[in-house]
């Protein structure tokens, strides 16, 4: 089956930046849609935003204009740019994966891909 494997969480002052990556041992057509989710202590999960294939994306509201979501079509591997970081944007941030031809509104914060990453945590904190 596909595996995800994250990297790149840590610790960052707030108005800093980071970037996750995400590799997946799917090959180009195993894998369909991917995505960032992440959950918070005490909240419920929330999409982070999602890219398709053909990278139509889409993102939450409280990431717009300042995250950036992409992928390479060839390794298919995930990549998140997370500029002007925030303390609410402390959280497990988890890589997803589907393996079926979804239309990209299918996937929000309760609908998500097949497959997932194990996590990464990403701490926003002076």
């Known amino acids: 089956q596909v595996q995800l494997v994250e990297s790149g969480g840590g610790l960052v002052q707030p108005g800093g930046s980071l970037g996750l990556s995400c590799k997946s041992s799917g090959t180009f057509y195993s894998i369909y849609t991917m995505g960032w989710y992440r959950q918070a202590p005490g909240k419920q999960r929330e999409l982070v935003a999602v890219?398709?294939?053909?990278?139509?994306?889409n993102y939450a509201d409280s990431v717009k204009g300042r995250f950036t979501i992409s992928r390479d079509n060839g390794d298919n591997t995930l990549y998140l740019q997370m500029n002007s970081l925030k303390p609410e944007d402390t959280a497990v941030y988890y890589c997803?994966?589907?393996?079926?031809?979804?239309?990209?509104?299918?996937?929000?914060?309760?609908?998500?891909?097949?497959?997932w990453g194990q996590g990464t945590q990403v701490t926003v904190s002076s």
């Open positions: 997803n994966a589907d393996n079926q031809g979804r239309p990209i509104t299918f996937y929000n914060n309760t609908r998500a891909g097949n497959y």
């Open positions: 890219i398709s294939r053909s990278k139509i994306t």
